[in-house]
């Protein structure tokens, strides 16, 4: 990529004629990609006109090129003092410092060239996290997959979010807000006697609050008590009506206390309130299932099959069928699913069970 | 005029709100094991699955008298072969008499049982008269070798390991007597659960040190002995086709789910698809549970299973099937549909909210409030002795499990017990002749635990002790009906244990009985008009 940059600016140039030849002596050695030969002639051009800046740079660049970002830094600022505008080198010396740590000192070089990457990093590390997570989603409209970039957006992201969370708790600690950012710290902890003492502080602080009643049910969940997770679902889908998950949660609730009916009508509701969720469409056609429904069980599970085809949830929906087909006498179909059900038992990554 | 309310009224009317324990824990005089398990920071897998128990009337003096497996003595340098120091005392299995005022006296010595062998750390226990000669005999597991016990009618016994050839070696660990091919003669069936020893243990967890799960060590085979007759036995493991499919066996119960008159085996694993060993009645066994939908859970996933009962919860006359399991998962109901397959009723039998959050060991279908209802007990304790540091919502202590079955569906109901406990083996028997179901658990590094049912309401009961002539002489594999209600003869199941070999029948209100009895060898006998509230012996008539 150095080479880009460099080979322009050798036209026009005012130096001294040696210190050109052994400038241009350095460029001949860069095509042949002789890197300590390439530094031998520019550091000489450097020393035998201290005020050339394309010397400067290209030593600069040829460090870079031997990953010795630190050697680098020295010519490339020389090289700014002498040119302050030269593109190049702003952008080898953001790099540079960013890679030896001096991340603060980096951002003027980096953003005056609008290496987006690179200042998204620099800012991540001076905890400028806001502007990182700009920076980071310009980078991926250009570069969508890239994996670097995709685990900086999400780190920016996660320590943008703490950053805001700690800043709640400490300024109001005794809000519902603070508490229920509490209560889910203790939920992603596992620790749910103090995710449930949070999350119902918070809702004897503002019972209105949208969410709580489904945070505070989850908890319930984990810890298997099922009628309370139910009534906090039911609290949630009679607070937001039109949330699917809410409807989801009191539908899975219902179905594991045994309550097919009921769970049903809620699965069903979460259906309509948001289509083509595959986890609500194997609730759905498991309720339907139980509730003596298999005409609802089939068309479900089959849903589930045309938006997912090789996750662990289609296996289960194959082996729903399976059973379902197997109880209606149908042993060609029951035993195409199974066949399905065992093929991908084989491709699919199962859940670990908790070490026993 | 109404007369005052009382604070004495106040008080009776609170305590009739509040539904009574159906058990009262009560002490067991002359009883001082102590279950040496022997945790060590290695964390030995064979530490956390021991205490195996049975009820047994050994001396047939009408008691029901109790056997303890103990453990034995592990060292943190633990090296095959390992020793276990069971020549020690501390480390014995133990049988108490039990004495007509209800005490027991420790008769391990008197009968023969003080040396369990160095080198077998003890698992469980099986109990069936597989000589015919009416005294129980004793089938001890163990990590290392099995030991078979003869009961020689005098109070003693004899171990004629050897000369039965039933010794097995690996890791066993339920087992049980049934009769496969109708001979008369009672077979063995023993689980093994995995591929293990000392020297190839295992840590898992990390930083967390714990117990690793059961696929970090390879399967292994069950073996099936079959009864010559003649005091020995023969391995048809692999002629049977018992031995073609590996696995984690942990439990095994016996009924006839198909009603062909041949008695089936079901395999509890552990971290994996169950096994349900279907008998062909021409001497082998076809494992047929993935097709017949009592393999794995309804969303297509296999189970830690461990405990296991073959009886019919539902009262329709058809053997069902609840295995015990690890917590997040429900503890598995397979109902018999009567058409050679079962379908997986956790959720609809009321399992889901009760069971999800624990961890089940031994498990008992009985009706332990005679209201004409199998009701449901399990034993409950995590795996992992530091689970509440890995997971804060479980505990590794738990209490039992005691669910009342209403109509086939259960409800949680108060045990009496009041300390978690780390329990692991579940028998059940009526140990004090009174008509109601007792249940002794036994619990890690500390002394077995006896319920005694308070037999709180005037409901009725009929307890039958079948005595087979051309059967097996235990009645073994025969099916019991009485006024609708449905058991399967056997001393088999929960897990590691041996229950009390009586069949017992709550009647609820009904004032007679009607008995019907399908024996192995295919004789039906039907007793009418039968006295409830008594032990009744039905003999098989001695010919066709």
Redesign the interface.
């Known amino acids: 990529m150095i080479h880009f940059f460099l080979f322009a600016w050798l036209t026009g140039q005012s130096a001294a004629p040696d210190a050109l030849q052994h400038l241009q002596a350095g460029l001949e050695a860069r095509k042949q990609h002789q890197v300590d030969a390439e530094i031998t002639e520019f550091r000489k051009a450097t020393e035998l006109d201290p005020s050339l800046a394309d010397a400067f740079v290209n030593l600069g660049a040829a460090y870079m090129e031997k990953h010795d970002y630190g050697a680098a830094i020295a010519p490339l600022k020389r090289a700014l003092e002498l040119s302050p505008d030269l593109p190049a080198a702003h952008q080898f010396l953001g790099y540079a410092l960013l890679s030896q740590g001096y991340a603060a000192e980096a951002i003027p070089h980096l953003e005056r060239v609008g290496a987006r990457d690179a200042l998204g990093i620099a800012q991540l590390q001076t905890g400028q996290l806001l502007e990182a997570v700009g920076n980071f989603n310009e980078a991926l409209a250009k570069r969508p997959n890239d994996p670097d970039l995709l685990y900086y957006l999400g780190r920016a992201g996660g320590l943008l979010s703490k950053s805001a969370i700690d800043t709640l708790i400490a300024a109001y600690p005794d809000s519902a807000r603070a508490h229920e950012a509490l209560g889910e710290n203790y939920f992603v902890l596992?620790?749910?006697?103090q995710a449930e003492k949070e999350f119902q502080e918070a809702l004897r602080l503002r019972p209105e609050l949208p969410g709580l009643h489904l945070e505070l049910g989850q908890v319930y969940a984990?810890?298997?008590?099922?009628?309370k997770a139910e009534d906090e679902f039911r609290a949630e889908a009679k607070l937001q009506p039109g949330n699917a998950e809410a409807a989801y949660r009191l539908g899975s609730a219902l179905?594991?206390?045994?309550k097919?009916h009921e769970a049903r009508q809620q699965l069903e509701r979460a259906d309509a309130l948001k289509p083509n969720m595959p986890e609500t469409l194997y609730s759905l056609g498991?309720a339907a299932s139980?509730d003596g429904d298999a005409v609802l069980a089939e068309k479900s599970w089959n849903k589930l099959l045309e938006i997912e085809r090789d996750t662990s949830l289609s296996?289960?929906a194959?082996?729903?069928l399976a059973?379902l087909y197997?109880?209606q006498g149908n042993t060609v179909k029951a035993r195409q699913e199974?066949q399905e059900?065992q093929k991908l038992q084989t491709k699919v990554p199962q859940p670990?069970?908790?070490?026993? | 005029m109404l007369r005052q309310f009382t604070r004495r009224d106040f008080l009776s009317f609170a305590a009739l709100a509040a539904a009574a324990p159906i058990f009262e824990v009560k002490p067991l005089r002359g009883i001082d094991f102590i279950l040496q398990n022997s945790a060590t920071s290695q964390k030995y897998l064979i530490e956390t699955m021991s205490g195996g128990a049975a009820l047994l009337d050994y001396n047939n003096d009408g008691l029901l008298d109790i056997f303890l497996v103990n453990g034995g003595r592990i060292t943190n340098s633990l090296h095959v072969p390992e020793n276990f120091d069971r020549r020690n005392p501390r480390y014995w299995n133990r049988l108490y008499r039990q004495n007509r005022d209800g005490g027991f006296t420790d008769v391990t010595e008197a009968a023969g049982l003080a040396n369990a062998g160095n080198g077998n750390y003890g698992m469980g226990v099986a109990v069936g008269d597989y000589d015919n000669d009416g005294y129980p005999d004793l089938y001890v597991t163990s990590y290392g070798k099995n030991v078979l016990y003869h009961n020689n009618g005098d109070g003693t016994f004899t171990d004629v390991t050897a000369k039965a050839g039933v010794a097995a070696g690996g890791w066993s660990v339920s087992a049980g007597f049934v009769d496969i091919d109708n001979d008369g003669h009672l077979d063995l069936f023993v689980t093994r659960y995995m591929d293990w020893d000392a020297d190839h243990n295992k840590i898992?967890?990390g930083d967390?040190h714990?117990?690793?799960?059961?696929n970090a060590f390879p399967a292994t085979t069950n073996i099936l002995y079959r009864n010559r007759g003649d005091g020995t036995f023969e391995d048809i493991s692999e002629r049977a086709g018992i031995a073609a499919k590996k696995g984690r066996a942990l439990g095994v119960a016996f009924a006839d789910y198909d009603g062909d008159g041949f008695t089936d085996i079901f395999v509890s694993n552990?971290?994996m698809q169950q096994y349900l060993f279907h008998n062909n009645g021409d001497g082998t066994l076809k494992e047929c549970a993935?097709?017949s939908?009592a393999g794995?859970t309804?969303?297509?996933?296999?189970l830690?299973g461990m405990g296991i009962v073959f009886q019919d919860y539902d009262n329709d006359g058809r053997p069902d099937v609840v295995v015990t399991e690890?917590?997040?998962?429900l503890y598995a109901v397979y109902h018999n549909?009567g058409d050679g397959?079962f379908?997986?009723r956790s959720?609809?039998?009321?399992l889901?909210?009760l069971?999800?959050?624990?961890?089940g060991w031994g498990v008992g279908l009985e009706d332990f409030d005679n209201a004409g209802w199998k009701d449901l007990f399990v034993a409950q304790s995590?795996?992992?002795d530091n689970v509440q540091q890995?997971?804060?919502?479980l505990r590794y202590k738990e209490l039992p499990l005691l669910a009342l079955n209403h109509n086939g569906?259960f409800e949680r109901a108060d045990s009496g017990v009041t300390t978690p406990l780390a329990a692991r083996g579940a028998a059940f028997g009526d140990i004090n002749n009174d008509g109601w179901m007792d249940v002794l658990i036994t619990t890690l590094g500390g002394p077995p635990v006896l319920l005694l049912n308070r037999a709180a309401s005037g409901n009725h009961w009929l307890s039958i002790t079948l005595r087979g002539t051309r059967s097996n002489r235990d009645g073994y594999g025969a099916r019991v009906r009485v006024n609708g209600q449905t058991r399967f003869a056997t001393s088999a199941g929960s897990y590691i244990c041996a229950n009390d070999k009586r069949l017992h029948f709550g009647l609820g209100s009904a004032e007679k009985a009607t008995v019907e009895v399908l024996w192995p060898s295919g004789a039906k006998q039907i007793l009418n008009d039968v006295r409830i509230d008594q032990f009744l012996e039905v003999r098989e008539p001695e010919h066709a």
């Open positions: 596992r620790q749910m006697p984990n810890s298997a008590q099922w009628p179905l594991q206390e045994g097919m498991k139980l296996a289960q194959h082996f729903g059973t197997r109880k199974m059900y670990q069970n908790p070490p026993n | 898992c967890g967390w714990t117990y690793c799960p059961p552990d971290g993935l097709e939908g794995l309804s969303d297509g996933k296999g830690s690890l917590p997040r998962e549909d397959s379908s997986y959720l609809e039998s009321g889901g909210s069971t999800s959050g624990s961890s995590h795996v992992l890995i997971d804060a919502s569906r």
